[in-house]
């Protein structure tokens, strides 16, 4: 087995021990829903964030409780499943059993994924490896799993809504953080966050192989519910609380 980075390791204990219980309290909701995306939940028919899926080969990185991969595999595709944490594995592998489908589930770091090469014509993350991992590995890995011509698509948090993250108060209306601070977020609960500003993604995409095809800024309704309070809809409905990538694989 590979040796997990270091901040892999803490974030595979922080998840496994602290956030997997409220996760896997929502999993169902979402696993038997129709698709529905990021802090808002916004519906695939307007956020249109999967390329036709039939017969595709699919990799989720952080896929957690595992509904985005049980979405793809209903629009044909076949997935896979990786994740860092075993106890968000074990919520996901309990709701095939209870509602299929099935496809495989890997558990792993995505700065070290243990699939072959080229195995891929998507790879995907909500808020999953893009927020967890660093993109420095990350990244290439997605690039090194894709077949030519294949799409990288990932939904983050706002570079935007990061700076403004006030910690234990949801999100306000003032910098409290320089762009110099980032990528690496340290969390007081011994985990990583990772957060790229834009013009640095982009920069490290190209250097991957990658043309970034979309970036789809996200802002919201200011009724809009979500079950995360880091950020209220007020906020969401005024500036980017999240981003929407898509870039495919050149060569």
């Not at 309290?25 to 990021?38: F, N, S, V």
């Not at 995907?124 to 990244?139: M, N, Q, R, T, V």
């Not at 570079?159 to 340290?186: Q, S």
Request: hydrophobic content about 40%; overall charge negative; some cysteine.
């Amino acid at each position: 087995m590979t040796e997990l980075t270091p901040q892999a390791a803490a974030n595979r204990a922080v998840w496994d021990e602290q956030h997997s219980s409220w996760y896997g309290g929502r999993a169902e909701r979402l696993w038997t829903g129709d698709p529905c995306w990021g802090l808002w939940e916004r519906p695939e028919t307007e956020l249109r964030v999967f390329p036709s899926l039939d017969g595709r080969d699919l990799v989720e990185l952080g896929c957690g409780t595992g509904y985005v991969s049980a979405w793809a595999a209903r629009r044909g595709a076949r997935p896979v499943g990786v994740d860092n944490s075993s106890v968000q594995l074990a919520t996901a592998r309990a709701l095939q059993e209870a509602h299929g489908p099935s496809f495989p589930l890997v558990h792993a770091s995505a700065e070290q994924v243990p699939l072959p090469d080229a195995c891929c014509d998507v790879v995907i993350s909500e808020h999953g490896a893009i927020g967890w991992c660093d993109p420095e590995l990350w990244i290439p890995e997605a690039a090194r799993l894709l077949r030519p011509g294949g799409q990288l698509i990932f939904l983050r948090n706002s570079t935007l809504l990061t700076l403004c993250d006030h910690g234990d108060e949801p999100v306000g209306t003032t910098l409290v953080r320089g762009l110099a601070e980032l990528p690496r977020l340290a969390q007081d609960d011994g985990s990583v966050n990772y957060q790229l500003p834009t013009g640095a993604m982009i920069g490290l995409l190209r250097r991957c192989g990658f043309v970034v095809d979309e970036l789809t800024e996200i802002v919201v309704p200011a009724d809009s519910p979500s079950e995360f309070d880091y950020v209220t809809a007020d906020w969401a409905s005024r500036w980017p609380s999240e981003e929407l990538w898509k870039a495919t694989l050149t060569g």
